[in-house]
């Protein structure tokens, strides 16, 4: 019985994998927002401009790895995701097997049915990688591979920055479990990178002085202590956001009822990865700092080893049932999980938005770029959209190409003939400048006011300095 059901796991893991990339291949997706586009402008350009594979904001890690896919467009880089994604989940069924969990092939399809797992597999943002390196580092130190798990750890800050926060989970380990002396393989990745980016910045500590994100405060405003909390049933849906509260509590369970002899290596670096990485970013959140904008994303990231908690949470709850509805009770659980995905609710998967553009992306696409292609394919742009980049063909990162609208009054870095491209969300949110302010400037003309038939979508406006 238990090798058909894994049979029959394994069988919808590959359809899954199948599926996820034809959806990567043949949907026009990007992931619908700016830094989705940004990664990609990145891993694709750091090949004609080396600085970029030590660019923070990019983190170097990812842009390494992701370059050579980035270079076959858009398409090449969700491919890599896809991989990540799968990859991760698949390790996540591999860690619980080693743990000696029962049902541990289930661990995987746990995984790919968290509800934002799909869509953000679907985009150039980092998290996948993210998970894959974290779940991977779990693994090995089940394995006993201290060093090779260690060494993952060290690079997951230049993958996101909450590698930082994995780091002092890991080094916390490490001293209870008075293991002092491979504390020092958590610094390989900082190393590396700063004698690697030593040359381009003149700085050693580099790795530290560009980051982008160490600010007191945030231009994103803050919000309330429970809003990761919230979110993880938005990013997991019912069924699994219950098997995670199962889980977690009779985790808590067994660590009060065995005390000192309880398993450390599991307690630290899978429930501790997660407790600290959903407290972090809460603190970040509710405090308004770190320049957090309470994204509910990151949670990706841990979603392999919350795969795991989920798991642990339905075999305990299987032990309060009789033994001759098990089988029955489990099949009907997991087909809940298959199934809730596809049903119509705010916690299920958003497939219009995971594969497709946006109106507003489509109207970029169709309309403002192609005006500026054919009236002024040579002008530098100062825009904070980063569609408008993506299919103008303007290159983000380069000075004589793209202005970003940012904070610090960017207007003054316009040149005679530049263009100002107001989109009708990020232009005055990124830069704090209105477009009322924009029309009142007297040094810029204005050249159109795009607007959509349909009415669908609000005015882009163009304008060009004199």
Known sequence: MKKTEQKIAEVL????????????????????????????????????????FFNHWG???????????????????????????????????????LMGMQNWFWTPILVLCGSLYFSIMLSGLTEPLSAL?????????????????????????FVRSEGLVIILVFATYLLISKNYKKLPWLLLGHVVFSLAGWYFYKDILWVFTKIPYASPNSIYGKGPWSHFIVQLYF??????????????????????????????????????????????????????IFNSMGLNRVLVSIFPLMGIVILNGYNQLANYIPTNFQSKIRYALYALVLIFPFLQNPAAINFQEACTLSKEQKFVKDFVAPYVLENFPNKRIMAADANIALYANKNMNNPQEWIYAGLGNPLQDLNSGDLVIVDPYYFSTESGISLQDIEADTTLNTLTIMESKAGDVKPFAIFQKK
């Open 13 to 52: 893991f590959v359809l899954f994998a199948l599926a996820c990339f034809l959806t990567a291949i043949f949907t026009n997706g990007n992931g619908r927002v700016g830094d989705s586009i940004n990664h990609f402008m990145i891993a694709k350009n750091a090949w004609q401009d080396s600085i970029l």
């Open 59 to 97: 983190k170097p890690f990812f842009t390494i790895l992701a370059s050579p896919f980035a270079q076959f467009g858009f398409i090449g880089i969700k491919i890599f995701n896809v991989a990540c994604a799968l990859l991760a989940a698949y390790l996540a069924g591999q860690t619980a097997k």
């Open 133 to 157: 390196m974290l779940i991977a580092a779990v693994y090995y130190y089940q394995q006993n591979k201290d060093n090779l798990a260690l060494c993952m750890v060290s690079f997951l800050p």
């Open 235 to 288: 990013c997991l849906g019912p069924v699994l956001y219950s098997g995670l509260i199962l889980g977690i509590f009779f985790e808590l369970k067994n660590w009060f009822k065995e005390g000192k002899n309880a398993n450390y290596k599991n307690l630290f670096l899978i429930d501790g990865s997660i407790l600290a990485f959903v407290a972090a970013h809460s603190i970040f959140w509710a405090l308004g």
